[in-house]
């Protein structure tokens, strides 16, 4: 099957929570209407009407469209009763059918969604996602009222990936004991970052590195050089756990980390420097820690990054009900999509990638293979 087929099997399996005298339009075309004015530049339920009617020749080649493109509030009443954990399933399943095997790096990590804060609420959506770093891919998200609940959001994720034989990362809002048990439970491993949230394993793994013995410890060091500044990092692991006062708390921890970072500005000739501590299920290989801990951070800056830049999730206003977790899934489907394009010569940004696939037919259909 390819990728048109797929998008097109993918828009059929979502499920219809309307009223049957309110299904004018079917919901395929809903779903797929939406994902392209999304991927070709539409932010609000409008303009993907906007979209439509103006792509109404080209849609009909695709779709039929018997009774015409839905108004916006159509798309707005459809996505704001669609159930998020229905629509995340079968996502993820979608995702899967076109990437690779996503096994590697899986980042966990928090974003708030600023705009979809109403009025009379203490705090906007928090959306707690993961994402296969190896392959930029979301692989799933789950909504909760304010970051400090991603404690009890994160073993509820979880729950939905399939992880086995992935290194799993996350903030220290994550090292709590019962994540590092659902994370072993799954067959995974884990890398928690420690801070001074867990003040007891913090100062344990920060005085095991003040004399660490020679036999107990190895190391490993990268140096880039990037625009205007050099960066050092230097990942020291030990896996003498006698340091730590209540190891049997923590499923399956093998080893303790320091991860050492030094930058140096060119322009200001000044130096920054910092430390941070974290744990892990895997075994004294400081190569391998390095790279999993420094992959983490594409989740911020591939995917957060690109989701408040490319498609400015942070300024959307999607409120009613379930808008704002379903239109985040979205856009996160269309990223994937666009990173997933490989046709042109010249490298792209997604902003850019997005105006030709509005302007060009034939480029928004290469992106699905047609």
Known sequence: MNSKNKLLAFSQSIPDFRLNRKKLYPSENIVFITILAVICGAETWEEIEDYGVVKHDFLETILGLENGIPSHDTFNRFFSLLKPAFFEEHF?????????????????????????????????????????????????????????NEITAIPELLKILDLEKAIVTIDAMGCQTEIAQAIIEQKADYILAVKENQKELYLDIESAFLIPSKDQTKSYTTEEIGSGRIEKRICTVIDDMTHLTDIDRWKSINTIIKIDSERFIKSTKQTQTATRYYISSLPCEPNKIAEAIRSHWKIENNLHWHLDVSFREDKSRKRYKNAAQNFSSILKLSLKILLNESISTEKKSIRRKRKIAGWDNHYLLSLFDF
């Open 92 to 148: 993820i399943t979608w995702v899967k059918s076109i990437s690779n095997n996503y096994k590697g790096v899986v980042a966990i990590d928090g974003k708030t969604v600023r705009g979809s804060k109403q009025s009379g609420l203490k705090s906007a959506i928090h959306l707690v996602s993961a994402f296969s770093t190896e392959n930029e891919v979301f692989l799933g998200q789950i909504k909760t009222a304010e970051k400090s």
